[in-house]
């Protein structure tokens, strides 16, 4: 089993720059494929982005290609999504998962973070 904490989110101005961190315990993230998701009040979870273990290829949803970017920092033991030009349709809590990423495709698992609110004002 995989614990996730997911930590960074607060409120932000349009145009500001926030950067999420997913950490684990007793686990270490470079093992394992990880994605960033978010999900808005009335709306489903929706893919973010995503970084393969075996090579840090990285994938993108179309709304945070350009905006985001998702990194490890394996001394930290954390997953990070950077994300800047943020705009008020980014508004949601946003969720780590530790799942699987073949061929441009993320495949959640059940491994889910509590999640963090982003509120991005206008």
């Known amino acids: 089993q995989v614990q996730l904490v997911e930590s960074g989110g607060r409120l932000v101005q349009a145009g500001g720059s926030l950067r999420l961190s997913c950490a684990a315990s007793?686990?270490?993230?470079?093992?394992?494929?990880m994605g960033w998701f978010r999900q808005a009040p009335g709306k489903e979870r929706e893919f973010v982005a995503a970084?393969?273990?075996?090579?840090?290829?990285?994938s993108y949803a179309d709304s945070a290609e350009g905006r985001f970017t998702v990194s490890r920092d394996n001394v930290k033991n954390t997953i990070d999504l950077q994300m800047n030009s943020l705009k008020p349709e980014d508004t949601a809590v946003y969720y780590c998962n530790a799942g699987s990423h073949n061929s441009g495709s993320y495949y959640p698992s059940n491994y889910w973070g509590q999640g963090t609110q982003v509120t991005v004002s206008s």
């Open positions: 970084i393969s273990r075996s090579d840090g290829t990285t």
């Open positions: 007793r686990r270490t993230l470079s093992n394992y494929d």
